[in-house]
């Protein structure tokens, strides 16, 4: 398959991301640009979990309460964007179906209900 030049500075797991779906997929140049912005997710969530590794999980609220430290919200805020890429891409599951949201996956049960085509 096709192979596109990594962006520089990319960590070590978004080089490996970027390196295998490249390898394995053809992708249009805004797919690309996806690919490029969940790489650079994963470095970032990679960094916020360096930090967050030896920091308390625990912050003070603004009356002085305890809540949790605010970077665990980021940290599940970007693993969602991350997500959120990756399923811009449509890439295909391992069986070799291609990904579908929950919605498309409602549409097609109620089409073979009904008997529509699809």
């Given at each position: 398959?096709?192979?596109?030049?990594a962006?520089?500075?990319?960590?070590?797991?978004?080089?490996?991301?970027?390196?295998?779906?490249?390898e394995?997929?053809?992708?249009?140049?805004?797919?690309?640009?996806?690919?490029?912005?969940a790489?650079?997710?994963?470095?970032?969530?990679?960094?916020m979990?360096?930090?967050q590794?030896?920091?308390?999980?625990?912050?003070?609220g603004?009356?002085?309460?305890p809540v949790?430290?605010p970077?665990?919200?980021?940290?599940?805020?970007?693993?969602k964007?991350?997500?959120?890429?990756?399923r811009?891409?449509?890439?295909?599951?391992?069986?070799?179906?291609?990904?579908?949201?929950?919605?498309?996956?409602?549409?097609?049960?109620?089409?073979?209900r009904w008997?529509?085509?699809g």
């Amino acid at each position: 398959m096709a192979n596109y030049p990594a962006p520089e500075g990319l960590g070590e797991r978004s080089l490996e991301l970027w390196t295998k779906i490249t390898e394995e997929h053809i992708l249009r140049v805004d797919e690309l640009y996806v690919l490029e912005a969940a790489c650079r997710e994963i470095d970032l969530i990679d960094r916020m979990e360096t930090h967050q590794k030896d920091a308390s999980l625990i912050g003070t609220g603004s009356q002085g309460q305890p809540v949790a430290a605010p970077l665990i919200a980021e940290l599940r805020q970007h693993r969602k964007t991350f997500t959120d890429f990756m399923r811009q891409l449509h890439l295909p599951d391992v069986d070799g179906r291609a990904a579908q949201s929950t919605s498309d996956k409602a549409r097609m049960a109620a089409n073979v209900r009904w008997g529509n085509a699809g």
